[in-house]
């Protein structure tokens, strides 16, 4: 049975219980963990499914965090963002496939005005109801991305060898919406 727009229940991303966060690798020999405190968006599911058949989602670039000033003000620099510019990121699914509990999503992430397709790995993670008799469901997912496809290319050579940022970007998302009314 194929979902209708009377059986799509739509759901607002929840900021305040998302997470959008990144690994990259720097200095070869560690890794480097940030997140963006500002995510917004909606997923549309069908009535009683565990898996969405369309996304779309706004980050706040200017919200980068990495716990260390400096380095976030040079993230936010045209060395890499740009969010003078560019100040949000954007995601919109184009195929979702599969179940629950192992689906991708493809879709169109576009950082610093270029557009990618790229592939995450999602799952169902669950649904419930909320202190304030709304209803609630969450999803996780990951992919990985090279950070000069969407023109981040800034970087520096160590005396050792190797680089200061990977090009490989991991990006990990933890997802709670709220259906609408």
């Given at each position: 049975?194929?979902?209708?727009?009377?059986?799509?229940?739509?759901?607002?991303?929840?900021?305040?219980?998302?997470?959008?966060?990144?690994?990259?690798?720097?200095?070869?020999?560690?890794?480097?963990?940030?997140?963006?405190?500002?995510?917004?968006?909606?997923?549309?599911?069908?009535?009683?499914?565990?898996?969405?058949?369309?996304?779309?989602?706004?980050?706040?670039?200017?919200?980068?965090?990495?716990?260390?000033?400096?380095?976030?003000?040079?993230?936010?620099?045209?060395?890499?963002?740009?969010?003078d510019q560019h100040p949000t990121i954007?995601?919109?699914?184009?195929?979702?496939?599969?179940?629950?509990?192992?689906?991708?999503?493809?879709?169109?992430?576009?950082?610093?005005?270029?557009?990618?397709?790229?592939?995450?790995?999602?799952?169902?993670?669950?649904?419930?109801?909320?202190?304030?008799?709304?209803?609630?469901?969450?999803?996780?997912?990951?992919?990985?991305?090279?950070?000069?496809?969407?023109?981040?290319?800034?970087?520096?050579?160590?005396?050792?060898?190797?680089?200061?940022?990977?090009?490989?970007?991991?990006?990990?998302?933890?997802?709670?919406?709220?259906?609408?009314?």
């Amino acid at each position: 049975m194929s979902a209708t727009s009377e059986t799509l229940q739509t759901y607002a991303i929840d900021a305040a219980h998302s997470t959008a966060e990144f690994v990259v690798r720097h200095l070869v020999i560690s890794k480097v963990r940030g997140r963006f405190g500002k995510v917004a968006g909606t997923i549309h599911v069908p009535d009683g499914s565990e898996v969405p058949t369309d996304v779309t989602a706004e980050i706040d670039a200017t919200t980068i965090d990495t716990r260390e000033e400096q380095r976030d003000g040079h993230l936010k620099s045209a060395d890499f963002l740009h969010v003078d510019q560019h100040p949000t990121i954007t995601f919109k699914s184009t195929n979702i496939a599969g179940s629950g509990s192992s689906f991708t999503i493809v879709g169109d992430l576009t950082i610093r005005g270029v557009t990618k397709s790229v592939e995450l790995d999602a799952q169902f993670d669950g649904r419930g109801k909320d202190p304030w008799g709304g209803s609630r469901i969450a999803f996780s997912a990951e992919t990985k991305i090279n950070r000069k496809d969407f023109g981040l290319n800034w970087n520096q050579a160590l005396e050792t060898g190797g680089v200061m940022v990977s090009d490989e970007v991991r990006i990990e998302l933890n997802v709670q919406a709220v259906l609408q009314a």
